[in-house]
């Protein structure tokens, strides 16, 4: 038994630590994992999208995932990587908020804040070989500010105008490297976002043709509901596939 | 009724030959003493006001809050010793994460209610403890609609229409039974509580006060938050106005 200091509000409980002794209680693989998640800034504020698969290993086994959540009044948090583990993330990030709040001195953790809290618990997690499966994205805007940055399991963590997990950094980076620009409108961002989410419903087999963006700006948070994206499977090279095959399969 | 406990009051752990604990009466003086406390049950809400008694006029105004948010639904508004105060609020808000942590749902302020008088009913149990020398008034909105309770230093802890107290409580709690609470609207509440705190404050003993204000109601979302700004003023106008009709009879 010890004792240990709460970080919130200094009380002091008693904490059994055994369970940290035995080897046992460690993360060695994710089970229900989300794809990947792409995140950029445009002119009014910063735009996150997912899609809403939780694969459960190669089974596309749950289809409606919300892989997108707001924290506090100016930031959006995306995750990918273990399920379980994001739950468990909104869960410190939800008490903070609230902690945050009860002040109700006027001012408000914004994102910047928020990653590095966050920063600290990834990093902290990975040091005691007990990681949180996850790479995510927060973005925010607090007066004016707009903000963007990434964290994941390993604690690596950085900014930039635009940002994805996962295959995301392969395939939609490129596009968003030559086509992004600052003052894009809000129905630009998307239309560029849907560019970069058809290619991974394309090219990422554990992602699915549901799609959710979210945006934040200065007047507050939106979530949209779920929808799909046209695709077009009618390429020559599908039809007929085993015409030049000599032999069977 | 100043019996003077001679022997019998060395310990909160002694009972008087007529069944009394000292200790706890004298604690409950603390309370009597300090600035006037006031929660009312609304129809749609609360209402927390307190007369914040100003030592020095080197304080900046709205520094040493005496009303607290113990979660998002409900408010703890602190009279006697302030430092004592300090504890139970954290402890308040402990009980509250904790429950929300364990069962899903935010507390019910029945159960905060029971669970702060425990923890104050626990510091008269033994002699190497003193009884909190403060007293307080809970107020919060759940899912059984708005409610108030009041715990005194002793650990009793009750549920009311209107409660004070402090200095004005005697003159308080009778404008609180003039009022017809049942009819009111917080925002009405508001007016009324301002005019009720101006009018026990005693102009002779003590100089300065500033008015905190707080509510939860259906205005608020039923969050619990400081009045806002303007309503704050509107009620100080009229609080202010009230006093000199007084005067002029």
């Given at each position: ?39 950029m800034k445009y002119?009014?504020?910063?735009i ?5 698969a ?15 959540k707001q ?5 959006l ?5 273990e ?9 410190y990030l939800d008490?903070l908020?609230?902690?945050d709040?009860m ?6 953790l914004?994102?910047k804040?928020v990653h590095n809290y966050l920063n ?9 070989f ?10 925010g805007?607090k ?12 604690g ?10 996962g ?5 939609a ?11 894009l409108?809000f ?8 560019k ?15 799609f ?5 700006t200065d ?15 009618g390429?020559s090279?599908f ?11 | 009724?100043s ?7 060395l310990s ?29 049950k609304?129809?749609?809400?609360i ?25 998002r639904?409900?408010g703890?508004a ?17 009980e509250a994460t904790?429950?929300?942590?364990t ?8 159960e905060?209610?029971d669970r702060v ?5 626990l ?7 003193r ?17 108030l309770?009041?715990v005194?230093p002793s ?9 004070a ?10 404008e609180?039974?003039k ?5 009111m ?14 009018g ?27 009045v ?17 009709e007084?005067?002029?009879?």
């Amino acid at each position: 038994m010890e004792l240990q200091r709460s970080m919130v509000d200094g009380s002091v409980c008693m904490k059994d630590s055994a369970k940290s002794e035995i080897s046992s209680e460690r993360t060695l693989y994710p089970y229900v994992t989300g794809t990947s998640i792409i995140g950029m800034k445009y002119k009014d504020g910063v735009i996150l999208a997912s899609d809403t698969a939780g694969s459960y290993g190669s089974t596309l086994r749950y289809k409606s995932v919300e892989r997108i959540k707001q924290v506090g009044d100016h930031t959006l948090i995306g995750a990918s990587g273990e399920i379980s583990d994001f739950q468990e993330i909104m869960r410190y990030l939800d008490e903070l908020i609230l902690y945050d709040k009860m002040w109700d001195d006027g001012n408000s953790l914004g994102p910047k804040e928020v990653h590095n809290y966050l920063n600290r618990i990834m990093y902290n997690r990975r040091n005691k070989f007990n990681p949180l499966w996850n790479s995510l994205v927060l973005g925010g805007v607090k007066k004016g500010q707009k903000y963007l940055g990434t964290v994941n399991m390993i604690g690596t963590h950085y900014e930039d105008d635009h940002l994805a997990t996962g295959f995301g950094n392969h395939l939609a980076r490129p596009i968003l490297r030559s086509e992004w620009r600052e003052d894009l409108t809000f129905e630009e961002a998307v239309k560029l976002i849907e560019k970069c989410l058809l290619v991974l419903l394309y090219r990422d087999r554990s992602s699915i043709n549901k799609f959710q963006i979210a945006k934040i700006t200065d007047e507050g948070t939106t979530i949209f509901p779920p929808y799909a994206l046209k695709t077009f499977w009618g390429f020559s090279h599908f039809q007929n596939p085993s015409k030049g095959a000599a032999g069977t399969w | 009724m100043s019996s003077i406990g001679t022997g019998y009051d060395l310990s909160v752990t002694t009972f008087s030959p007529d069944g009394r604990v000292f200790q706890i009466e004298y604690a409950a003086k603390a309370v009597d003493n300090s600035g006037t406390v006031i929660g009312i049950k609304c129809k749609d809400g609360i209402v927390l006001g307190v007369e914040k008694l100003i030592s020095s006029k080197m304080m900046l105004a709205g520094s040493n809050r005496r009303i607290h948010s113990v979660h998002r639904h409900s408010g703890l508004a602190v009279a006697g010793l302030a430092a004592d105060g300090r504890q139970i609020v954290a402890r308040a808000k402990s009980e509250a994460t904790n429950y929300e942590k364990t069962y899903g749902e935010p507390i019910p302020v029945k159960e905060l209610a029971d669970r702060v008088a425990s923890y104050v009913h626990l510091c008269t149990l033994y002699w190497w403890l003193r009884p909190f020398g403060c007293g307080v008034i809970l107020g919060g909105y759940d899912r059984d609609g708005p409610q108030l309770y009041m715990v005194e230093p002793s650990g009793i802890s009750y549920r009311y229409f209107g409660a004070a107290m402090g200095k004005g409580r005697q003159a308080a709690k009778t404008e609180i039974e003039k009022l017809k609470l049942s009819e009111m609207t917080c925002r009405e509440g508001v007016i009324e509580v301002a005019k009720i705190i101006y009018g026990v404050h005693d102009e002779a003993k003590d100089k300065a006060f500033e008015l905190e204000l707080s509510w939860v109601c259906d205005e608020s979302n039923r969050q619990h938050q400081k009045v806002p700004d303007d309503l704050l003023n509107e009620a100080i106008t009229a609080a202010k106005a009230a006093l000199e009709e007084m005067d002029a009879d």
